[in-house]
């Protein structure tokens, strides 16, 4: 049977996970050279776990030149030294574990640095297949480099010009590029056996799955991803197999292809599709020309709308069709956070109300759950500025612990800090919101327990929209109402008869007034009642 279209089940763990997504360089610095470390991870766990989240995932912790912030790795079986050793990561996975969180890696596996041993010895042995080359430039002519060794030639690049891509092979020929190689030809071959090699390899160490960068990047020219799902089809196939309780979770940014392909989740990322643009963007920092000019949803104004998200979510769910799962995310290390531009941390409860009760796999970028701001016209570190208009930087500041100078990093001059904290006074902190129930931190937690007690508000639970607009207004599993207003002037929805009844209760609710027929809420207001 194609294993593109075998039938699949996710594991049940993960339909009720709760991502947070850490930055290593950024999270937690506990030797004091201004680098976050694995060492400093552990200490956090019971942060964490207080929290309740359930499943980390790790921006690239592996072997790197840090030319794109490790997302160039020289080596995918070895922990970068500036985190720690093999060891430290099995100690946080086993420390998390104990903890009731899992612990996801990054797997960056469509290209390589130029300075992994793979390619070295590539770049002069023209019968190694392992890397895409071309005694001429090919197309696109922006995405070749000339070979460093003694082969000639030029290689393909994935992303940064250090970041050569790996050889899956081809969908199709082509008369005009005969170097072209099929998907099954020995190079390809040889690449996927590798990734399998490395995913046992962490998985034999406590480590519980994959996000997968640029996932749909592998085979090229490949229309409809039709050769690239196959690929996956077949890891996925030997990850039920061999790992049952452990997933996979692409960079793709379209759920209704990649779940299909094989994998458990997908995110609604900025750059494919709008439904995240729709709920987030404001226009500020990571941000593209192509990308439509709309106004979000989640902005104070109250010009957006919430139709073209709901579209979207409710296309990928029908073609989904219960064999995986969307997963929703604050913000990530390539696009701005939740708190930007105007939308301030008074802002976004309302937001953390909607995304803990819609049907997706919620994913918490570090620091938005206090607050932490993007931070504009920050310069380069580690090729976090991809263009002006496109500046990451501002999304990878270190994580705002406490009030110190550098948030618990250390106090080394500016240029071994890995980046410069956010420089208003008035930063959130960890410290000052942990023992203030009404701050944003706490209101996060509460939410994030809520929705563990309440099967009706997690990702399998059926959703009906009753009101598209201001205020949004749903009910989840006919038992449970949410309404969530994000603009800053109040507003008011009707409400089918008998849907409130004497018994109904208020669970978590700002600003919000529920009567028989209709929701009235105060600007960045939300309700969550059980009927």
Known sequence: MNAV?????????????????????????????????LAGVLERLDYLQWLGVDTVWFSPLFRSPFADAGYDVSDYLSVAPRYGSNDDLAAVAEAARSRGIRVMLDLVAGHTSDQHPWFRAWADDPDDDRYIWSPK????????????????????LNFYPCQPALNFGYARDDAREPWRQPVDAPGPRANREALREIMAYWFDRGISGFRVDMASSLVKDDPGYVETGRLWGEMRTWIDRAYPDNVLIPEWGDPAVAVPAGFHADFFLHFRGNALLSLWHLGVGTADPSWPAEPAFFDAEGLGAITEFVTQWQNAAELIGGTGHIALPTANHDYARLVTGSRSREHVGAAYAFLMTWPTLPTIYYGDEIGMRYIPDMPDKEGSMLA?????????????????????????PADQLYLPIDPDPARPTVAAQRDDEGSLLNLVR??????????A?????????????????????????????????????SLPAGLVGDGVRALEVHGARLAETEVKIDGFGYGIYAL
């Open 388 to 412: 002006p208009l496109n500046n990451r930087t501002g999304s990878r500041t270190p994580m705002q612990w406490d009030a110190s100078p550098n948030a618990g990093f250390s106090t080394a």
């Open 5 to 37: 279209n075998e039938p699949r089940t996710a594991p049940a763990w993960l339909a009720d996970a709760i991502l947070y997504q850490i930055y290593p360089q950024s999270f937690a610095d506990s030797n004091g050279d201004g680098i976050g470390d």
């Open 137 to 156: 430039v090919g197309s696109p002519a922006g995405a070749w480099a000339p070979t460093p060794g003694s082969r000639g030639g030029y290689f393909m």
């Open 446 to 455: 509460r939410l994030i327990a809520l929705r563990r007690a309440t099967p």
């Open 457 to 493: 508000l997690g990702s399998s639970a059926p959703v009906e929209v009753l009101h598209p607009g201001y205020p949004f207004v749903y009910t989840r599993g006919g038992t449970h109402l949410v309404a969530i207003n994000p603009r800053r002037e109040p507003a008011t929805a």
